[in-house]
C-alpha cells in the first residue's frame, strides 16, 4: 500500500493532527518489533557509547537536567 503525505496533504493538517498522526505510527512500528530491525550503524554508536562510559571518557547527567538544558538550548 502507498500513502502519500507529501506537500499540501501534510500542510492542510493542525500540528495536532500531525502529532497523532505520529502518534499512531509510532505505536504500530513498536506492535511489531519483530519486524523492525536498527542499522549497524546504531549498534557501533551505542558500542562506542558504552566504552566511553566504561573508560570514563563521558558522563551521565539526570534526564531532568538533561531536559533542562535541551530546552534551554530552544529557546
Known amino acids: 500500500m ?3 503525505l ?3 496533504v501534510l500542510d492542510a493538517l493542525t500540528v495536532s493532527e500531525k502529532v497523532r498522526l505520529l502518534e499512531q505510527v509510532w ?3 513498536c506492535s511489531h518489533m519483530a519486524d ?3 542499522p549497524e ?3 557501533e554508536v551505542l558500542r ?3 566504552e566511553r562510559l566504561t573508560d570514563d571518557r563521558s558522563t551521565r547527567i539526570p534526564w531532568a537536567e538533561a531536559k ?7 529557546g
Open 36 to 38: 523492525v530491525s536498527s
Open 41 to 43: 550503524l546504531h549498534a
Open 68 to 74: 533542562a538544558q535541551l530546552q534551554q538550548l530552544g
Open 27 to 29: 505505536q504500530s512500528l
Open 6 to 8: 507529501s506537500g499540501d
Open 48 to 50: 562506542e557509547r558504552s
Open 2 to 4: 502507498s500513502i502519500d
